[in-house]
């Protein structure tokens, strides 16, 4: 990381509704389906909007494109396809270097409860 990158200011922008429906193209290679599918599924997906979902469809199509060839791959797309994922946070080694983590449901759930009895131990007076 650069040094100095946690004292740089963050320029934000509201969030827009997600409105990507488009289904993996059915002629890819079955694992381009597969990584398109898991998506839906995982937490980073709820992350993103139209544009990272248009970025991850144009390279699911490139990955299915390299997996369908059937000659030898050629390392420079290989790689260039592997960054673009890399990119996109897929990886747990990737959302941590972007600093993002997904919680579990358990832990969310205990987190909710534990605000909440510190929310009564505040009302009632009571210190920890």
Excluded at 63 to 74: A, P
Aim: glycine content about 8%; hydrophobic content about 35%.
């Amino acid at each position: 990381m650069p040094r100095g990158y946690e004292s740089r200011g963050v320029t934000r922008a509201e969030a827009q509704e997600v409105t990507w429906d488009l289904p993996p193209d059915p002629n890819w290679h079955p694992i381009a389906i597969r990584l398109y599918e898991s998506i839906r599924t995982s937490g980073q997906g709820k992350l993103w909007q139209d544009s990272d979902w248009a970025l991850f469809y144009a390279v699911c199509d490139d990955m299915s494109y390299i997996k369908n060839q059937g000659v030898r791959r050629s390392a420079e797309l290989t790689k260039a396809v592997y960054t673009a994922l890399g990119s996109l946070g897929l990886t747990e080694a990737d959302r941590r270097r972007a600093r993002i983590e997904l919680a579990k449901a358990e832990a969310k759930a205990g987190n909710a409860r534990r605000a909440y009895m510190d929310q009564i131990a505040r009302e009632l007076g009571v210190e920890d």
